[in-house]
């Protein structure tokens, strides 16, 4: 007869346990809006500072700005010294509004009440399986944006932050051939489109999409001209013919399987047989294994009628639009570039 196992031993509840990250997730994001907010990380460009002189410099309230760091410090943004000084440390620097891949409008925009007002309402999600966003703001996510330009300038600096800083690693990690058409459906102000062309000087390409948003493209840059033009339409009727390729970045994860298929058949209407379709999204794992979509896969539920999908569920969407999976390439970024073949 075996003894009992002893007893395992309680866990320091001093320390952040996964339990405790999640509880007061909240708290982490308000507490970074809040520097993010006041502009603190731009402060420290230069080395340490206390939070007295980071206060008289941002107008903000000593005492409250040095507990608020304090958080942030203990998870890794922020560094005190033995003198109370505060530095910025290696993951705080994408706070700075002044360096590359700056992630400041993106922390302005999922902190955002858009999202922090909406996630209280996920419980009731659950029950409908409908965006809680609609349910906060009384219209769906889109037509709320249309409605709000302080609220679209927050969600188009947001995604430009984040889709900046991955442009250039997708580009660099395909290879288009020399004279290919790149379409690139629902492609912003052309952010990608810019950085594929820069890849070989002899692609050609077309932006495409809402005509207000073309028309703030930032495709006038040296290298480009004569290579390019724009499109304004909607990718759910129509989209430019004669592509040799075409993008699809960060589009598909914001709608359900239905309306996904009606923009990837516009594409393969314009398609001619053996064109390359390049879907440039997250891709889950099969599992529930750690992955940093996947909090971006709740987002979506919250706040518009799309996810984030696995590999196969990919393979299944295209191959019902007609189109069949020819790999799955992954990027240095979040992306990755799920190629297919119009059949």
């Known amino acids: 007869m075996t003894s009992p196992a002893e007893p395992a031993e309680p866990a320091d509840p001093f320390l952040p346990s996964p339990l405790h990250d999640l509880m007061f997730g909240h708290i982490q994001s308000a507490a970074l809006r809040a520097v993010v907010v006041h502009r603190i990380p731009d402060h420290l460009s230069e080395g340490p500072r206390t939070a007295e002189d980071l206060a008289s410099r941002t107008g903000t309230d000593a005492g409250a700005l040095r507990r608020v760091l304090r958080l942030l410090a203990s998870r890794g943004l922020f560094l005190e010294d033995d003198r109370g000084a505060f530095r910025l440390e290696e ?76 442009d250039e690693l997708v580009a660099q990690s395909y290879a288009f051939p020399a004279g290919a058409r790149v379409i690139d459906v629902g ?24 005509s207000a948003t073309v028309a703030e493209h930032v495709l006038d840059r040296p290298g480009l001209t004569g290579r390019w033009r724009t499109e304004g339409g909607d990718f ?26 009606r923009i990837l058949g516009s594409i393969r209407r314009a398609a001619e047989t053996g064109a390359r379709l390049l879907v440039v999204d997250s891709v889950l794992p099969g599992n529930s294994a750690p992955h940093p979509a996947l909090e971006l896969d709740i987002v979506m539920l919250m706040a518009l009628k799309g996810r984030e999908r696995t590999a196969a569920e990919f393979e299944s969407l295209l191959d ?22 119009a059949v």
């Open 91 to 166: 993951n705080g620097h994408p706070l700075r509004t002044d360096v590359p891949g700056s992630q400041h409008a993106g922390v302005l925009m999922i902190t955002d009440p858009m999202f922090a007002r909406s996630a209280p309402r996920l419980q009731d999600t659950l029950y409908t399986g409908q965006p809680s966003f609609d349910l906060v703001y009384g219209m769906p996510f889109f037509e709320h944006l249309q409605k709000s330009p302080e609220d679209r300038a927050t969600f188009d600096s947001g995604m430009a932050a984040f889709s900046g800083a991955e």
């Open 187 to 210: 492609g912003g102000r052309g952010g990608l489109l810019g950085a594929v062309l820069s890849q070989e000087p002899s692609l050609a390409g077309v932006l495409f999409d809402q």
């Open 236 to 261: 759910f009727t129509a989209v430019p013919s004669g592509g040799d390729f075409y993008l699809l970045k960060h589009i598909l994860h914001d709608w359900n399987d239905e309306d996904c298929l």
């Open 320 to 341: 019902r639009a007609g189109f069949r999976l020819q790999r799955v390439l992954p990027t240095p970024g979040l992306p990755a570039i799920i190629e297919a073949l």
